[in-house]
């Protein structure tokens, strides 16, 4: 029996994944869960485990190619017993969506923190419901026979069986099209919303019928507005197209990004900060837990003082950290501290954060900052390190850089820049002396936060870093 296997969602809401190495060939025989590919979404990247037992018959996709989601990949040669019903050859559905039965519909699983839908398992397919059928107990084995709440049909409300929502089959209208909710993600519905559009008449134009932004303008009559779709690649990445110019493909982390900075750039507010600051003391401080048995074998670098440094200024300055919730109209204040680490990797930028930063002493930070690096570094970082974050850094001072205006992390209301530290002449106790100097740079976004609290949060983290000892009069 061959069995297509077709490219899951692999995060929340990717409608497309690159194709990145196989780790097998046509002919290799592989166990179930087996690691057979490495995909590249726009946020990470992510080892496919198999969901069959069996042959690789066919790679319908090349390394490098970009495939949507539901485009089958790879064909197996599994078992004819393998365990899925003989009416779903592609094994995907058990049955068709707005029937009874659509509870029994399989999901694709997503591959992230678990593997693949199991299909050997050998046992049969549940079959749908039917509310006349008897009905066998554990105790009783005489059939009971359950009557319908209601003897004749009647209209009732939408029943939820999984992904989609359906109506009951025997109120079911002959065309269940107009009863789904409209495909489309929280950004595409808000603009709905603002331009008075009904997402139901509007038909998609995006992966298994999605609902796009241009879907939306276009509809509205604001076709102007729209974002004309990317042309064809001509070469691939890299490759040379005359003697003036080279064309890389706009996709993965670089696309991703692309699209997550314009939306913050251009729906929160930037207002941006700057203090420069003698940090001559945390770097003696440093030089001094380098040298001692505590922090022996840890990492320890202006970052992890900063670092500590945001997450002490925090409970002073609560409004940081927190989120601007415009479908419910609330400000969320999180009482924890996911803190964003920006991350320069070979992919492009990321933002991977550290869980529950605010709970860690400077031993755990320090260890949990260098595990962040080296997975960044080495494309590893999974899509649930990289969401979900409440405020982040980003070190530009690497790159010999003093200041700068960071944009904010999509939902984030703060971003602290630090710049390179530097030597320079600066007043010490009445004279002039050189000093090891760093400029903060502070963005937020001035609908959550106003100047006099940015303004306070700097100042506390700049008081740490300039005399670690302040931290003792903050907390």
């Not at 990004?257 to 203090?275: D, G, K, N």
């Not at 700068?404 to 984030?412: D, F, Q, R, S, W």
């Amino acid at each position: 029996m061959i069995k297509e296997f077709r490219l899951p969602d692999l995060g929340e809401g990717l409608t497309e994944s690159e194709i990145l190495s196989w780790k097998v060939d046509v002919g290799d025989t592989v166990s179930l869960n087996q690691v057979i590919a490495e995909v590249e979404t726009a946020k990470a990247v992510v080892e496919l485990p198999s969901p069959y037992a069996g042959v690789i018959r066919e790679l319908h996709e090349q390394p490098g190619s970009v495939v949507e989601v539901g485009k089958p990949i790879v064909s197996f040669e599994v078992p004819d017993d393998a365990g899925t019903a003989p009416s779903d050859p592609a094994g995907t559905l058990t049955a068709e969506p707005g029937e009874r039965g659509a509870e029994t519909q399989k999901r694709e699983p997503n591959l992230v923190g678990y593997g693949a839908v199991v299909e050997g398992s050998g046992r049969p397919a549940r079959r749908p419901r039917n509310f006349a059928a008897p009905v066998v107990g554990a105790v009783k084995t005489e059939p009971v026979k359950i009557e319908p709440l209601k003897t004749e049909p009647v209209k009732t409300a939408p029943v939820q069986t999984g992904p989609a929502v359906v109506e009951p089959a025997e109120t079911r209208p002959a065309d269940t099209a107009t009863a789904e909710r409209p495909r489309s993600t929280p950004p595409v519905r808000k603009l709905a919303r603002d331009l008075g559009v009904d997402l139901a008449r509007v038909p998609g134009t995006g992966p298994g019928g999605l609902i796009t932004r241009e879907d939306v303008r276009g509809f509205a009559g604001h076709k102007e507005e729209a974002v004309p779709p990317l042309a064809e690649p001509v070469a691939r990445s890299g490759s040379r197209l005359g003697e003036r110019e080279t064309r890389t493909p706009i996709k993965g982390v670089r696309k991703y990004t692309a699209a997550a900075m314009v939306q913050s750039a251009f729906t929160a507010p930037h207002a941006t900060e700057f203090l420069t600051v003698d940090v001559t003391p945390s770097l003696e401080l440093l030089a001094r837990l380098k040298n001692s048995r505590e922090f022996a074998g840890f990492k320890l670098t202006p970052l992890t003082l900063a670092a500590k440094a945001v997450l002490v200024a925090l409970r002073r300055n609560p409004a940081l950290n927190s989120h601007w919730d415009e479908e419910h109209q609330e400000i969320v204040t999180y009482n924890y501290v996911n803190l964003g680490i920006a991350a320069a990797t070979p992919r492009g930028l990321t933002v991977p954060n550290i869980k529950d930063a605010d709970t860690m002493q400077l031993p755990q930070l320090a260890q949990a900052l260098t595990a962040l690096a080296e997975t960044a570094r080495a494309g590893k970082t999974t899509p649930a390190e990289l969401s979900g974050g409440t405020i982040s850094i980003t070190n530009i001072g690497v790159f010999g850089i003093d200041a700068g205006t960071p944009i904010l992390n999509p939902g984030e209301a703060a971003i602290l820049g630090l710049g390179a530290v530097r030597t320079l002449p600066w007043e010490y106790r009445g004279e002039v002396a050189l000093r090891q100097v760093i400029t903060l740079s502070l963005s937020f976004d001035h609908r959550l936060v106003d100047g006099e609290q940015g303004s306070r949060f700097l100042a506390d983290v700049g008081a740490i870093l300039a005399e670690p000892g302040m931290v003792l009069t903050m907390v």
